[in-house]
């Protein structure tokens, strides 16, 4: 309310008295002096505004322009890296994905062949294992006929010096000999 009364007050006395300012030296609020005021207000947002239009405009547009390009020119740019990284990395796991299947097929592949060397070198063994028990049970045998034989032979001579020795007599070898095998014959087929 204060400020309308001050308001209605200026008002007021501007309205009485129109030089009121020019007296106090404000060329400004003197009429004579709006005529030129108003030219050269007029003259210089004029120059102003051509000036603005003319050079500082047109810069501030072409550097707006330029960088919205450089922008626009970065972010294409930014697309096609992330496009190739994609592609990269699509690819990436492409070969990674093969290499494994590359290397599962490959372990199969080794652990079959593993399998067949262990298979035929278990074969190989097995066969060479019955070779070996096949000889040793030939040499075995020998060795029994032989151990037979030299049993019987040690026999025929103790039996030959027993019966010497016990009747004092010779006694005929092919008897004895033929009575030693025929024992022994009964006697190894106990252990056969």
Not at 52 to 63: A, G, K, N, Y
Not at 91 to 109: D, G, M, R, T, W
Not at 121 to 143: C, H, P
């Amino acid at each position: 309310m204060r400020k309308l009364f001050s308001l209605v007050c200026v008002v007021f006395i501007s309205k009485i008295n129109p030089t009121i300012g020019a007296e106090a030296g404000m060329p400004q609020l003197n009429p004579e002096f709006w005529i030129s005021q108003i030219f050269w207000l007029i003259f210089i947002f004029t120059g102003l505004y051509l000036l603005m239009w003319r050079f500082v405009l047109p810069r501030i547009t072409d550097s707006i322009e330029n960088r919205k390009k450089h922008l626009i020119n970065d972010l294409n740019e930014a697309q096609k890296l992330k496009e190739n990284a994609e592609k990269k990395l699509n690819e990436y796991k492409k070969i990674i994905e093969h290499s494994k299947n590359q290397a599962k097929k490959i372990v199969l592949e080794s652990r079959k062949k593993i399998e067949s060397d262990i298979e035929k070198k278990r074969k190989q063994f097995e066969n060479e294992m019955d070779a070996e028990l096949t000889s040793v049970e030939k040499q075995i045998k020998k060795f029994q006929q032989s151990s037979v034989d030299s049993i019987n032979k040690i026999a025929i001579e103790t039996s030959k010096e027993v019966i010497k020795n016990t009747l004092g007599t010779e006694v005929n070898v092919s008897n004895l000999s033929a009575i030693v095998e025929e024992i022994s014959k009964k006697e190894s087929q106990k252990y056969l």
